[in-house]
Structure formats: structure tokens, C-alpha cells
């Protein structure tokens, strides 16, 4: 008999005598015993199952197995859950310590602060080159993004739109003296070429002038001029008074007395004030005149003054646009300027220094078609000069330099003046050369005597 019969006739005998629970545990046994009959046992493998990681229980001693010679490595860790991370295994090694961090920029020291940079331009002139348009092709192209504030620069109300603590205002050929001090008194830093000049007095206000200013000027100017054969008059304007006035004290502990000042509205308005003062000097037998004013006020004053005196001799002081604009009555021939300016005359006959001529290259492309005068042109150098300054202070006071002891350490090229140098208490161009204007060619040029000493800059 075979062994399945054997089991089958033991299976008939228990059925026979048990009951029907055990009659079903005995169908199952069978089950099982027929397929480990016919299979064999399993074999020894257990099943992996992936559980979430939780904290661990008190371990239970596990029951004895059969040592295995390889033991599974242990499962990696499962990742956080809500960024707590599950204990370590005993056997891992602690995370590399972390690089120490990198030591951060110091500081500006105490009392130095990084300025707003913002421009102040004026929106006169021809559409598409106004002093506004100049200052945002120049500033685009050095990549700064400044705000504009536009308007009158002669209107003291201009003042309210751009100033505030902590601002570098920045403008081309200045601002009016009323809107300079408006500025300075709001917290602002005004630069640009105005009349006033620098001053690096530690107690005194802080405005930046590549200009010459007015005390420097009219100073310069009595050292030159001496002695004067008859009397001598200055001629200025209401705007100026305020920066001209204070500097006469200085102009005569130089040598120089004014035996007649004459201070004249500004613009149109002014007509009838030139008109009075011309006949005033004339009365007075004022045989030489020194303009401290702008060209409109100096061709007006000479076309007036050729029928009640025709043989004045002028003289120019290094003040606002002084020898930018060259376009004067030929009665206006043979009259002289003490100035810092070398433009435009002194690259007329030969080579512009490279940067000027970088500069004006900038805002032709920028500006549309047309030729541009040199009033224009100088606008374009002083905001190349200008932003390419305030980007040089803005870097100082970022390191921690204040900007008085920046400019009381640093010369800087001009594109439009000698070079501008810290001296004592001021800061500015110090070269004045003398200059004669020609009807002949409607233009200033330098004098024959002093053409060696004078080196073009740029």
C-alpha cells in the first residue's frame, strides 16, 4: 500500500470517532500534510516590509536563531517627517562639522552713510537734448539707475522735489545759489559746477563744485589784473549777489577795490537794469569792467556800452558759463578771461584727449540727429565727470570714508577743467590761464606768452 493510502485509511478511522470542530482541524491538517508531500518546505527567507520611522520601544530580548554569517546590512534611515529627523543608528558617524561661515563686509564707520544717488537736471532746451536728456543717456550708459528730478534749476522750488537726508543731488553746470543752499539745508549733498564752489571746513556746509568758485575767481582774478589804469567796475546779477558779495572783502585784501558794483536782474527782465547801469558807469568814467555773470548779461551789458563808451575795456571772471558760449558784438574784441575751463578751446587746433572724446561719443549716439553747440557738449562732459564722481564717493563711503576726507585725499582728471586737487580747505580746479576773444574768428584763445605752461587735460 502507498503511503497516501495509508494516510487516507488513518483519516477515515479519525473521522469516525471525533466530532465536527475536530473533523475541520483534521481536513486542514491533511491540507498542510498533502502539500509538504508533495512540495517540500518553504524556503528560509523572510519578507521585507517598508515601515514609516517611529520612535523606538524598549528592545525585547528576540528568540534564539541560527547564527547567519552575513547580516543584513540595516535599513537607511526613512526621511524626516515635518523636519525631525529619526535617531541614528549607534554604528553611523556624526555628520562633517560645518565650513565656518565667511566674515562679512565691516561696517561704514560711525557717521558715514552711502548716499541716494539723485539727478537734478533742467528741461529747457530743444526737444531730445535738454540738460534732462544728456543726464539719462549718460547714466544709462554706466549702468546707474538714478532717479531724474527735472524743472527750473534757477527756481528755489525745484529744491523741494529732489532734496532729503542723505542725498548726493547731482546736476551738470549747477544749480542757482538759493537752490544749493535749500539743498545742503535739507541734508542733501549738492554736485555739480557751481559758483560756490568746495569747501573741506569741517564745520562749514558740504557741497562738491568741480567749478573754481567765486572767492577763488575773483581772488585769482585781483592778483592778475593789479593796478588799473581809471576806475574799475563789477557787474553781476541778483542771482550771484549772494556768492559775489561776500567774496569783495577777500577780492581787496588782494589789491583790488570796485569803484562801482552793479548787481542786474536776471534774464529779459533785466534789460532796463543794464540799461541804467551802463550809463551809471559811464558817468563814473569806468574804464574797465569785470563781468561776474552770465554771457547773456555780458553781450547785453557790451552792445548797450559801444554807443556811451566804446573804449571800456572787459574782463571776464571764471564765473558760471564764462567762456562756453563764445558769441559776443565785435566791440566785444580784445577782451580777456582768467578761467579753469579747457573746453572748447583748448582742442580746437589739436588732439581731444580720449576721454572727452569718449564722453561726447556717448550722447551723440544717444541724441538724434543734429549738430550739437558746445553749451550742450560741456553739459554732456560735466555729467560724464560728475555721475563718474559720485559712483567714486558712493564706493568711499561704502568701504567708510567720508567724502571730505575722500576729496580732501584724492586729484581728479577733468574733462573740462585743470585738474581738480585738494588744497588747504577747498577742493577744485587751481590753473586759471588767460584768454583773449577775437572778432576775427568770433572765439577765445589762449595767449601766445603762456601757451607752453598750459597742458591739456582729459
Known amino acids: 500500500m502507498t503511503v497516501l493510502g495509508r494516510i487516507a485509511g488513518w483519516i477515515r478511522d479519525a473521522i469516525s470517532a471525533v466530532t465536527p470542530g475536530q473533523r475541520w482541524t483534521s481536513a486542514l491538517s491533511l491540507a498542510i500534510a498533502t502539500a509538504v508531500v508533495s512540495f517540500g518546505l518553504p524556503p528560509l527567507q523572510q519578507p521585507v516590509v517598508q515601515r514609516p520611522a517611529t520612535t523606538p520601544a524598549a528592545p525585547i530580548a528576540a528568540p ?13 534611515p526613512s526621511p524626516p517627517l515635518f523636519g525631525t529627523t529619526p535617531p541614528r543608528p549607534a554604528t553611523q558617524q556624526p555628520p562633517p562639522a560645518p565650513p565656518p561661515p565667511t566674515a562679512p563686509a565691516p561696517p561704514p564707520e560711525p557717521g558715514v552713510t552711502v548716499p541716494t544717488l539723485v539727478l537734478l537736471a533742467s528741461s529747457e532746451g530743444t526737444p531730445g537734448r535738454t540738460d534732462a536728456d544728456i543726464a ?7 549702468g546707474m539707475d538714478a532717479e531724474v528730478v527735472t524743472g527750473e534749476l534757477h527756481d528755489a522750488a525745484v529744491c523741494d522735489r529732489a532734496a532729503g537726508r542723505d542725498r548726493l543731488v547731482v546736476s551738470s553746470l549747477g544749480v542757482a545759489p538759493a537752490v544749493r543752499d535749500c539743498l545742503i539745508a535739507s541734508g542733501a549733498v549738492p554736485l555739480g559746477y557751481d559758483v560756490s564752489g568746495t569747501s573741506l571746513e569741517r564745520d562749514g556746509p558740504l557741497a562738491i563744485s568741480t567749478a573754481q568758485g567765486v572767492v577763488s575767481a575773483l581772488v585769482d582774478l585781483a592778483t592778475w589784473l593789479g593796478s588799473s589804469d ?10 550771484l549777489e549772494v556768492a559775489v558779495a561776500p567774496a569783495l572783502g577777500a577780492v581787496e585784501e588782494a ?20 540799461s541804467s547801469a551802463v550809463l551809471e558807469f559811464a558817468s563814473a568814467g569806468i574804464a574797465t569792467v569785470v563781468f561776474a555773470a552770465p554771457v547773456e548779461v555780458q553781450r547785453s551789458w557790451t552792445l548797450k556800452a559801444g554807443l556811451v563808451a566804446p573804449m571800456t575795456r572787459y574782463v571776464v571772471a571764471d564765473v558760471t558759463d564764462a567762456v562756453l558760449d563764445e558769441t559776443y558784438p565785435p566791440t566785444f574784441d580784445g577782451a580777456e578771461v582768467r578761467t579753469v575751463l579747457r573746453f572748447p578751446w583748448s582742442t580746437r587746433d589739436g588732439e581731444e584727449p580720449t576721454t572727452r572724446a569718449r564722453c561726447r561719443e556717448v550722447w551723440e549716439a544717444a541724441a538724434p540727429p543734429g549738430v550739437p553747440d558746445p553749451l550742450e557738449t560741456a553739459r554732456a562732459l560735466a555729467w560724464c565727470q560728475h555721475l ?12 567708510g570714508t567720508a567724502i571730505r576726507e575722500y576729496l580732501a585725499e584724492t586729484s581728479v582728471p577733468s574733462l573740462l577743467t585743470s585738474d581738480l586737487i585738494p588744497s588747504d580747505t577747498t577742493w577744485g580746479p587751481t590753473e586759471p590761464v588767460t584768454l583773449r576773444w577775437s572778432a576775427a574768428c568770433a572765439c577765445w584763445s589762449q595767449h601766445r606768452t603762456e601757451t607752453a605752461d598750459i597742458a591739456v587735460v582729459g
Open 388 to 399: 563718474d564722481l559720485a559712483t567714486a564717493l558712493r564706493a568711499a563711503a561704502t568701504a
Open 255 to 274: 589789491g583790488l577795490r570796485f569803484d562801482r558794483t552793479a548787481y542786474v536782474a536776471d534774464g529779459p527782465e533785466g534789460e532796463p537794469d543794464v
Open 64 to 76: 534564539p536563531t541560527v547564527a547567519d554569517p552575513s547580516p543584513p546590512a540595516p535599513p537607511a
Open 230 to 239: 581809471g576806475p574799475i567796475g563789477l557787474v553781476s546779477t541778483q542771482e
Open 136 to 142: 539719462r543717456a549718460i547714466a544709462a550708459d554706466r
